[in-house]
Every structure is written in C-alpha cells, then in structure tokens.
C-alpha cells in the first residue's frame, strides 16, 4: 500500500479494493450492488471455511479466503457477520491490520461496537452501518444487487470515527448502491430499531410459534392472507436473532412491555370494545402513514 | 310464492332469488360472484340509507332497499352485516318473514348466531357460513367477483338447519363461487378462528399502535417490509372488530394469553437467547407449512 497517502486519513482518499467479512443475504448483497455500482473496485470475501464454496459460486469475488490476512490490501472493509461475531473482527482487525483502513458494518444493533471501536488504533476508523433491508430468506443464495435500492442505510459515526470525511466517504458509497443514508447516533438506532424492526420480528415469530401450536397442521391450512402476511418475518433464522437480542436486550424488554401493555389492554376490553376503538383507530392512522410511503417508494422499487 | 313446493325444505328447491343483507366488502363481493357465477339468480340488496347509494353504484343488483321487507321472494339470503346485527336480523327475518327460506351469514363469529337460530320457525333454515377471504380495504368499493377463489368456506350446520340438502346447497353455492367449503361445527370454529384470524388481527393492531407511538411520525419512515408486512392487517376498522371481539371473547382472551405468554417468555430470556431458539425454530417450522401452502395455491389464484 505504501506511498504517498499511505498515512493520510482514510476518508480522504479513493477506495480500490472493499474487503466483507460474512458472506450472506446482506454481505453477498452488499459485493453484488459494490460491483454494479463500483465496477473497478476490487472485491475481498471473507467467510468461515464450510460456506467459502457458496460464496465463490456467486463469482463476485477478486479474492476469497476463510482468515483476516486476506482482507490485506483493503481500503475498506465491512463486517457482516452476525454482530457479536462482529464486534470481536473489529478488535482482531484494531490489533492486526497494518495499514489505513475504514471499517464500517451492517448489523442490526450498534451499541455493541462502540467498546471495541474505542480500542482502534488511530490509523483505523470506524463508522457503524445498518441497511434496513431484508428478504424472505437467508443467506448467499438469496443476494441481490438491487436489495438496497431506495432503502434507508442508518450509520451511526462514533469517536472512533477519525474525520467527517469517513462518514462522507461511506455515505456515498452506499448512495451509488441506491440506498439513503441517515445518519444517527448509536443510541438512538439502537432505541429505535428495537420497535421498527426487532419488536415486529419478534411479535411476528411469537405469533407463528402459539397459532402453529394451537391449530395443528390441518386446520392451518384454513389460514387466510392476514396470517401469512403477519407472519412473514416467522422465517427468519434463529442465530441472526439471538446476537440482535442479546446486544439490544434493555430496548427491546421496553418495546415487547409496550406491546404486551396493549394487547392486556385488549385483552381486559374485549367486551365493552373502548380499548379495540382506541388502538384500532390509532393504528389505522399509523399504518395509513406506511403506506403513503409505500406508494411514493414503490413506483421506483426495481 | 305459493304453489307446488311452497313448502318443500329450502335446500330441495333451485335458487331463483338471493337476498343479501349489509354491501360491504364481503357481500358486495358475494353479489358480483354469484352475478359471474350465476347469471340468472335475481339479487336483491338491503343496506342502510346512507350507503345505498354505493351498493347501487355497484350496479349488480336487481332490486335494493333499506328495508328487510325488500327481500320478499328470496330463495336464500346472506347475512353480512357486523357480526351483531347479523344476529338480530336473523332474529327478526324469522319473526317476518313469511315463505320458506335458507339463511346463511358470513361472518368472523359464528356461536352469537346459535340462540336467534334456535327460535326461528320451521319454515327457515339456517347454515352458519364464513368466508376466509379479506382485503386490505373495507366497503363496497373493494368488492371483488374473485374475492372468494380458492379460500376456504367455512360451513356450520346447526339445530336450525333443517335438512343436510341444506347444507349442500350452501356449499354448492360457494364452490360455484371459487371457494372451497369445509363444515364444523361453531364451537371449534370460534375456537379455531381465534388463533387463524382474530389473534393475527389484534396483533397487528397492537403492534402498529405501539410503534407509531413510539418512534413517531419522522423515524416510522425508515421502517422496512417487514414492519410493513406484519402491520398490514392494521388498517382493518374497529366497528366489526368490537362485534367480532365481544361475540368470541372467551376464545380471543385464551389466544392473547397464549401470545403474552411467549411474548413474556422471549422478553424473559433476551441475553441467554434459549427462548429465541425455540420459538424461532418452531415459527420457522410452521411458516414453512404456511408457504409450502401459498406456493400450492398461488399458481392459480387469478
């Protein structure tokens, strides 16, 4: 890497070659959108040995390999593993990772990178990442290169974060992906994202487990489209979830308390009805808001 | 209507006329089946003052009015209305009205319809009936001739249904209509439907109400497809959730507990993570099912 710019800030310079670490739906997206977007950016994957032969069948890749020290040479790189996994990359990379780098992630919880992110050495700088992007299913297979288009990308710049010019640099980055970036502070995402996207997967697997216990095979089958529809997020894999809710727990215990609050509320009102009329009636509202936004997104949706 | 068979049980004798009673979503969807199903079926309509000007601009029915007397000579009327109102025109209908008849409702509840079915005399019968089918928009603007194909049908015989014939008409009916019949009896399908149809519903409304509250108009923004999904049922109105709610409360109040239950037991295990694993595992195994079935069923949905 050598040169002049060798020790400049990151920020401040062109990125040739972004390095991921975690090859799944949103890592192996990630790669896709870079070289649609980027196409003379050199592409570095990083994945556990057992799933590196499903990442090079998405021939995305200039190189692949299952240890950090493949990530050498990168400008920038992305953590996409869950994010306890994550977080512990991001030491191993503070204390191994010998020249300029700009770290940022994609993982669904930010608090937990700020420890390790305050033990970067200054050549390395950090900027939290979180696509709100997701799809049916998991993993490589389920990549797509327009999975980012016109969905927010929340990045959360800490003091880890070694100039505006990082924030900028991702931001773009993630721009010419079709995303729009928001930037926050971790807290706040972190608080926030436990009701917009933690709290509904959790609902929403609850609901799947006690109505498929309850029913039985059979009579599920009488399930209507509400169901299916309420239950989509069901399919989400259990290991994804387990980091998100260890890493958010004090937001999310808030978030599930408000919604076991409403429904015992419905549940000691479901004769009288003033409890169903007032969050019905509020709820209607909100969901009118959704899907106002729905209608302005979804025209340009590819 | 005198003459031969005057008296003959409704379910030996063709259909000539249907009558049906509330043109909302569900029965001014009924009206344009049974028109594209059955052409020569004469349909009457009655629905309140100040919506018979939308059940006439759907321009499917042979007579409307606002009055029950306006159902003189149907063979079969259908009860569409609120869940409660249903029961007091089923009421009144066998306190009125004079010639033999076949009754059936199409309503979320279905045990609220057992005591104004046991005092009709012997000249109406009455078959409980329950279309799974919905839309995200209420009223008879959204009514749709296929609202019906290929959902279930939910038939439930009484002491008030006077022959199976009866039972066979109705389901006969139904299938020309795209769906597909299944009978129980009323108890198990308010049982059932607590956990298919009314906890989903509640669900999404609390769930809806508690995020928008929450995060607020600014950041509801950023919300992704799943909020999306698992809040669609949110835009439902409260006045037949209220009538469904008070008519299956004891039902509803089981489902809710069960949904508490494991929203306590996730909320309780955050950080270990054991809770998730196996309410995870188990929703992913019964959405699987869920989606094994829509990929059966879509193909052929028009």
Redesign the interface.
């Known amino acids: 890497m050598g040169g002049v710019g060798a020790h400049a800030p990151p920020g401040a310079r062109p990125i040739h070659a972004i390095g991921i670490v975690g090859i799944g739906l949103i890592g192996g997206s990630f790669a896709l959108a870079v070289r649609r977007a980027r196409p003379g950016v050199r592409l570095i994957g990083v994945e556990r040995e057992p799933a590196l032969e499903r990442a090079a069948a998405m021939g995305v890749f200039d190189r692949l390999g299952s240890d950090l020290a493949a990530l050498h040479g990168a400008d920038l790189i992305a953590l996409s593993a869950p994010v306890r996994q994550n977080a512990a990359v991001l030491t191993e990379l503070g204390a191994t990772f010998p020249t300029p780098v700009l770290i940022t992630d994609t993982g669904s919880t930010k608090r937990v990178l700020l420890e390790a992110a305050h033990a970067l050495p200054a050549h390395v700088s950090f900027v939290g990442g979180h696509p ?3 799809a049916a299913r998991a993993g490589a297979e389920a990549a797509r290169a327009d999975l980012f288009q016109r ?2 990308w ?1 990045l959360t710049p800490c003091e880890a974060t070694r100039s505006l010019a990082d924030v900028e640099l991702v931001a773009s980055l993630v721009s010419d992906l079709g995303a729009e970036p ?1 930037v926050m502070d971790a807290e706040a995402h972190d608080h ?1 994202i436990a ?3 933690h ?17 039985g ?1 059979r ?20 290991a994804i ?2 980091d998100i ?2 890493t958010n ?1 004090d937001a ?2 808030l ?6 609050d ?3 509320r ?2 000691g009102d ?4 003033e409890a ?2 007032e ?13 106002s ?2 209608r302005i997104r979804e025209p340009e949706v590819s």
């Open positions: 709100l992007a997701g969905r927010p929340l928001h926030v009701f917009l996207s709290l509904p997967q959790l609902t929403a697997s609850a609901l799947m487990h006690v109505v498929g216990n309850r029913v095979a009579d599920l089958t009488l399930a209507g489209p509400g169901l299916a529809d309420t239950t989509r997020l069901a399919a989400s894999p259990p979830w387990r809710c260890a727990s999310i215990a978030a599930l308390d408000a919604l076991i409403a429904l015992q419905l549940r479901l004769t009288a009805g169903i009329e969050i019905f009636g509020s709820a209607g509202r909100w969901r009118a808001l959704i899907e936004g729905q």
